[in-house]
């Protein structure tokens, strides 16, 4: 299993009097507290610098260095508008994009689509990018890993090669691929591929306060929620089975199982007492193994199926996350729908408050607005 902590676009600037920097250190600390040792990684997914100064790219750096997690980071289109990314590798970029790192199992991308573009939401990878991505996604699967991408906006946003970059995805063993750009919480499921758009933190248009996202892929199982900063530790992640909204893979035991499953949860937090699932009417006491928390489901018959997993502090603070397991009668082999307008918002799960997607978008994704 892997997991990871994303942040929203930031949108550093001092016309705000500094007001999302203050937000972001406040993020930071929360998660060196609770999160150091617990995640892969940390990612910016993009629009950091709200007009790439060096001073926004310099304070945004300074603010996240404490976070004593490993921090990736990608530009977007406000990162760009000094006509190059000079400030931003500077400061932020581990190094020159694209590259890719390997945790376990699982190949992580992380993508480039403004410098091939004019400037603004003129998202592209170009040809030389897109060619390092197909090799990347084939060595990867040669290999037998899975792969995770980020890069700042969905398919269906580029300006050019949208089909061509989706179906890549699509057929390249990708489980995830996380975004940023849209400035409030989104999941997309093309039956291919889980998107997820995390809530900006300098510039929310929805409902809601700032926070960070917490991702894991376990087996082919992906599961993302929303953690609001103001919001009490621990936090909870059903982590496996997947939920039915997320489901990409009829034919994965991980994503669909068959009579009786393994519940798997990750639950974060400097202070965790107790952690049990509710499945059905019955109550069911998980155990600790290694950064998990499992328990075996017992029979489970064929249907929809509510699984809760709740954890508790010693100090009395709870946390429950919810999944709708969707369970197949046994030697079942449903098939794969056909895929279709791959990597676009048409695919969006929908307003799931449980996961912190209140549905209410007031982007500019959604209303034709300028950047």
């Known amino acids: 299993m892997i997991t990871w902590l994303q942040f929203g676009d930031l949108h550093v600037c001092e016309q705000d009097g500094w007001a999302s920097l203050d937000l972001f250190r406040q993020l930071v600390a929360s998660a060196r507290d609770n999160l150091a040792g617990q995640v892969d990684l940390a990612v910016l997914p993009g629009d950091n610098a709200n007009h790439a100064t060096e001073e926004q790219f310099e304070r945004i750096a300074e603010a996240v260095a404490p976070l004593g997690i490993p921090l990736q980071a990608i530009p977007g289109d406000h990162d760009f508008e000094a006509g190059n990314l000079d400030g931003f590798y500077r400061h932020l970029a581990r190094q020159p994009l694209p590259y890719a790192v390997t945790v376990g199992e699982t190949r992580i991308l992380f993508l480039d689509i403004v410098s091939a573009g004019s400037g603004g939401p003129d998202f592209r990878l170009g040809s030389k990018q897109t060619l390092w991505l197909r090799r990347e996604l084939d060595a990867a ?16 946003d580029l300006h050019a090669g949208t089909e061509e970059i989706a179906s890549l995805l699509a057929s390249g063993n990708v489980r995830f691929v996380g975004t940023g750009h849209t400035h409030y919480n989104e999941l997309l ?3 291919r591929v889980v998107y997820a758009a995390t809530r900006s933190t300098g510039e ?9 996202s917490i991702g894991a892929l376990d087996g082919d199982a992906v599961s993302w929620r929303f ?5 009490p530790w621990p936090f909870v992640l059903v982590t496996s089975p997947s939920d039915l909204r997320l489901m990409t893979d009829p034919q994965s035991r991980d994503q669909v ?13 400097a202070d965790i007492a107790s952690v049990s699932a509710r499945l059905g009417d019955r109550e069911i006491t998980l155990r600790r193994e290694g950064a998990a928390w499992i328990a075996p489901s017992g029979p489970v018959e064929p249907g929809l199926h509510r699984l809760s997993v709740t954890a508790r502090s010693s100090s009395g603070t709870e946390d429950t996350d919810h999944a709708e397991i969707l369970v197949r009668p046994p030697r079942e082999r449903p098939r794969r729908g056909d895929a279709f307008a791959l990597g676009r918002d048409i695919h969006s799960v929908g307003p799931w408050p449980g996961r912190g997607i209140p549905g209410g978008q007031l982007g500019p994704n959604k209303n034709g607005l300028k950047w």
């Open 141 to 156: 699967d040669a290999a037998g890993h899975a792969a995770v991408v980020f890069m700042h906006a969905y398919p269906g």
């Open 189 to 191: 499921n093309d039956g």
């Open 204 to 212: 929310i248009e929805e409902a809601g306060g700032p926070g960070f």
């Open 227 to 231: 953690k609001p900063l103001d919001a």
């Open 257 to 269: 199982p068959e009579g009786e499953f393994a519940i798997r949860a990750r639950v974060f937090g």
